[in-house]
């Protein structure tokens, strides 16, 4: 992961300056800072799991936020271009450091879920996940690291062979019939998340509408599950 955000990093600094009609190389010296202090923030990923103190998009967007302080300082843009929390996914860097960012968020979930295989706990509340298949196993996994029971269907009819009524329903809006789902979990008084990506006003009032309690963009959730369902566990 390290190796492909710290190469997606400039060229990302380089199109927000460009964007804002300004020539990238008036920030040169400050956009090669800013990516040594990106890769060397990076090296705290190198520890296991539970002793990483930030996600990989926190730091994206910690030294985002200096590099846009310095070229305000410089005079060379003004703060409106680098808007706060931005960027706000790791696919805005890029195919091959959105799906590095993927695999991390795959082993995390897998570390998670191992350290407590040995002590079950409580019964878990249950949870279904209708998502296509690059997300749809990563979902699931990080799901458990959450404290759900999680289970995979793949349309509306895999609904009614559930053995319990889930308390969360986790939907992929790429999904053909994610309307029609959305619909029938909320309509069985489950709570309803709903992620993907460039949702627009328009569709999230639809999606609300059909019974969905959040709609999430895809990146974020996918990055951490936890932030947008741990309140209803």
Request: charged share 25%; net charge negative.
């Given at each position: 992961m390290r190796a492909a955000f710290v190469a997606a990093f400039?060229?990302?600094?380089?199109?927000?300056v460009a964007g804002s009609g300004i020539d990238p190389d008036r920030c040169r010296a400050r956009i090669e800072a800013?990516?040594?202090?990106?890769?060397?923030?990076?090296?705290?990923?190198?520890?296991?799991?539970?002793?990483?103190?930030?996600?990989?998009?926190?730091?994206?967007?910690?030294?985002?936020?200096?590099?846009?302080?310095?070229?305000?300082?410089?005079?060379?843009?003004?703060?409106?271009?680098?808007?706060?929390?931005e960027p706000a996914s790791s696919a805005a860097l890029g195919e091959e450091a959105w799906r590095a960012h993927l695999r991390w968020g795959m082993a995390k979930a897998d570390a998670v879920t191992g350290a407590g295989e040995t002590d079950p706990g409580p019964v878990r509340p249950s949870a279904v996940v209708i998502a296509e298949r690059d997300v749809r196993d990563l979902l699931v996994a990080a799901l458990e690291g959450c404290g759900y029971a999680p289970v995979a269907v793949r349309n509306p009819a895999g609904l009614a062979d559930l053995d319990v009524r889930p308390r969360l329903g986790v939907v992929d809006r790429r999904h053909g019939a994610a309307t029609d789902l959305v619909g029938r979990l909320a309509a069985d008084g489950v709570f309803v998340v709903v992620f993907g990506a460039n949702v627009t006003d328009v569709d999230q009032t639809a999606l609300r509408a059909a019974g969905a309690d959040r709609v999430v963009e895809r990146d974020r959730f996918v990055a951490d599950p936890c932030r947008y369902v741990a309140t209803v566990v």
């Open positions: 400039p060229g990302y600094l380089e199109s927000v800013a990516v040594r202090e990106f890769d060397a923030r990076f090296e705290d990923f190198a520890v296991p799991f539970a002793d990483q103190r930030a996600s990989p998009m926190q730091v994206v967007r910690d030294v985002v936020e200096r590099f846009a302080a310095w070229c305000v300082e410089d005079g060379v843009v003004s703060a409106e271009v680098f808007p706060v929390g």
